[in-house]
């Protein structure tokens, strides 16, 4: 079984400055992560993911999300805030049959000016 | 592509009513899925389908039916309607071969009122 939690529920950032998104899994397999964005009123968008190769890894827009087995993390950064970031985030981990995936429940930016 | 087409946009229901939310896609995709979401509780998988034919429960399947009969088409049945269901319903699909690496890719939603 897996499970993902996502630590708050809505996150406040001004323009320019850091965003952390912090999620934390359980797996009993080796995982593979994803981090999705879904902005008002529409469907998810894949930011990235982790699928066991480098532990640092890149996505759209300027997110990138780090890979750290001990602490069963994979928190997603972005280091300098813009409006349009506003969207709420979700923390994915794929089951071992690939067949499942299950969801945090999300974290909702705002972006202040 | 058009991707993973969802009707309708939104749907208000009476209590005990039946429907059928559409799902379609065009990117033949041999794994489709159903989810709802609800705040606070991210997205949480209803049924899923791995091919023409052969669906699974989810987390959350009572009170859903699905069928599979083509590549292309997942509809998701509510029998009889009640207020615990309303929710925003997202279809999913992705590639099969290559396994749980494989993004899904998204509908736009369909947003159901029961009342």
């Known amino acids: 079984a897996q499970s993902v939690t996502q630590l708050g529920s809505h996150v406040s950032v001004s323009e320019g400055a850091l965003v952390l998104l912090r999620c934390n899994y359980s797996s009993s397999v080796p995982p593979y992560l994803f981090w999705y964005v879904q902005y008002p009123n529409q469907g998810l968008q894949l930011l990235l993911k982790?699928?066991?190769?480098?532990?640092l890894v890149k996505g759209i827009n300027g997110f990138e999300a780090e890979f750290k087995k001990s602490e069963t993390s994979f928190h997603l950064t972005k280091p300098s805030a813009h409006m349009s970031d506003a969207a709420e985030y979700f923390c994915?981990?794929?089951?071992?049959?690939?067949?499942?995936?299950?969801f945090g429940g999300g974290t909702r930016v705002l972006v202040k000016p | 592509n058009a991707g993973v087409t969802q009707t309708p946009k939104f749907q208000v229901l009476k209590t005990g009513q039946s429907m059928t939310l559409q799902c379609a896609q065009d990117m033949n995709h041999e794994y489709m899925s159903w989810y709802r979401q609800d705040p606070g509780m991210g997205l949480r998988l209803i049924h899923y389908?791995?091919?023409?034919?052969?669906?699974d429960q989810g987390e959350v399947p009572n009170g859903y039916n699905v069928s599979r009969s083509t590549t292309e088409d997942f509809p998701l049945r509510l029998l009889s309607a009640a207020p615990s269901q309303t929710s925003v319903y997202f279809c999913?699909?992705?590639?099969?071969?290559?396994?749980?690496?494989?993004?899904?890719?998204f509908g736009p939603g369909t947003r159901l009122t029961v009342t």
């Open positions: 999913a699909s992705r590639e099969l071969a290559g396994g749980r690496s494989y993004e899904q890719y």
């Open positions: 994915a981990v794929s089951g071992a049959a690939g067949n499942k995936l299950t």
């Open positions: 389908s791995v091919g023409a034919g052969i669906t």
């Open positions: 982790y699928t066991s190769a480098a532990t």
